[in-house]
């Protein structure tokens, strides 16, 4: 195998990859790369047999062949390489050298043949959707969605169809807050919710990051796989076999007092107060009282933070507890700009956020008692 690629061009693959190959997987095989070389096509694909990305680009004088790397190694050293052509080739028995300019890197490789046929990367894709909006959507649930691995029916992402109003629906929670979003996206077809794993989600996001794939982009659904395919890659996420906890009931309803808060300023208060709290399961204290919003924080370790912002409110003197973290995840989902909407229900009730200029994406956050 030999071939000639910028190395711009080149980090940026990897990169993209190597969160991917999983270094905590029972096959050690799959901390690695496999690179392939055909007719002038490279393939780099990275997997761990739950989430799969094979990722594609045309190179120079090449020559068919392939290898698997270390991805970290491989990845690191690609990175440091100045910004020029890289050569790329196999010596010595599996042994894979890169040269750029003044530098040269011998990689310790393994056969290509070890490493096993990915999942559900060969399967169709059968509809063509809105980039951008698919990838708001993400960014706009995954921050509630569990980072524990064991809750496998938290620890993901549910999307579903709602055919009457040919629209697609995501919701994400972790048993403490929620989040949903609803977009009009026609094509894509769910019959059932699937459960889309978290770790599947955040590489999604990844790939649709590059504006390039921000526009359309095919995607497919089968009883076992959610798989999406740019012009130049293909992301095969293995789906959770769980059922979703049900939801509908943590959404308040009814009578409400309607607070509205620029979103910046905002996010900047909850950085500041966030900085005395070292406790994960304390609170800051969010007082509302006219046009101010009082957060404050303490810790006997690091000392009191107290925040001032403006807003628009007409109810009575409310105190109420919130984990400042989930505030902060919530407001960065959004995009930390323009108006934010909270309505509040009293001091040990959910409390609902949203922007005015998408209805259809909300989050819930579960007030905290506080000293």
Same mark, same amino acid.
């Given at each position: ?8 061009? @080149? ?30 096509? *490279? ?6 047999? %739950?989430? #799969? ?19 970290? #190694? ?5 990175? %440091?390489?100045?910004?020029? @052509? ?14 750029? +300019? ?35 959507? @993400? ?9 524990? +691995? #064991? ?40 019959? +059932?919710?699937?459960?889309? =794993? ?46 979703? $906890? %049900?939801? /509908?009931?943590?959404?308040? /309803?009814? /009578? ?37 919003? *009082? ?6 370790? @690091?000392?009191?933070? %107290?925040? +001032?912002? =403006? ?5 009575? !003197?409310?105190?109420? &507890?919130?984990?400042?973290?989930? *505030?902060?995840?919530?407001? /960065? ?6 108006? *934010? ?5 009293? =001091? ?7 922007? !005015? ?5 909300? &989050?819930?956050?579960? $007030?905290?008692?506080?000293?």
């Amino acid at each position: 195998m030999k071939f000639l690629i910028p190395q711009v061009s @080149l980090s940026k693959i990897v990169n993209l990859g190597q969160s991917v190959a999983d270094k905590r997987n029972t096959m050690p095989i799959l901390y690695n790369f496999k690179l392939e070389v055909f007719d002038g096509l *490279l393939k780099i694909i990275a997997s761990d047999l %739950e989430v #799969t990305l094979v990722q594609q680009i045309n190179v120079s004088e090449a020559q068919n062949g392939a290898i698997a790397v270390n991805a970290k #190694t491989f990845t690191e050293g690609i990175n %440091e390489l100045p910004e020029g @052509l890289v050569s790329i080739q196999v010596i010595d028995r599996n042994r894979l050298l890169v040269e750029c +300019e003044s530098t040269s890197l011998k990689f310790v490789g393994y056969s290509a043949n070890e490493y096993p046929t990915p999942p559900g990367i060969d399967l169709f894709t059968s509809s063509l959707i809105d980039g951008k909006r698919f990838e708001q959507m @993400l960014r706009k649930t995954i921050f509630a969605a569990s980072v524990d +691995e #064991t809750r496998f029916n938290l620890n993901a992402v549910c999307m579903v169809s709602l055919k009457d109003e040919n629209s697609l629906k995501m919701v994400a929670t972790d048993g403490y807050r929620l989040a949903v979003a609803i977009q009009n996206i026609e094509d894509l077809q769910i019959l +059932e919710q699937i459960l889309v =794993p978290r770790k599947g989600i955040i590489e999604l996001r990844k790939l649709l990051g590059d504006e390039i794939n921000k526009k359309d982009i095919k995607i497919g659904v089968t009883k076992e796989f959610l798989i999406l395919e740019t012009p130049d890659a293909k992301l095969a996420i293995r789906l959770i076999d769980s059922e979703f $906890p %049900e939801y /509908q009931q943590a959404i308040p /309803q009814g /009578q409400c007092e309607l607070v509205v808060v620029d979103a910046t300023l905002f996010s900047n208060a909850l950085r500041r107060v966030s900085l005395v709290i070292t406790d994960k399961g304390k609170g800051a204290k969010f007082h509302f009282e006219g046009n101010t919003l *009082l957060l404050s924080a303490s810790s006997a370790e @690091l000392g009191d933070a %107290e925040d +001032e912002v =403006p807003i628009n409110y007409s109810g009575a !003197p409310l105190t109420i &507890g919130f984990n400042a973290r989930y *505030l902060s995840d919530l407001v /960065q989902a959004y995009g930390e700009t323009g108006p *934010l909407h909270i309505e509040l229900r009293g =001091p040990f009730a959910a409390t609902k956020f949203f922007s !005015p200029d998408d209805q259809n994406a909300f &989050g819930i956050v579960m $007030p905290m008692r506080i000293d």
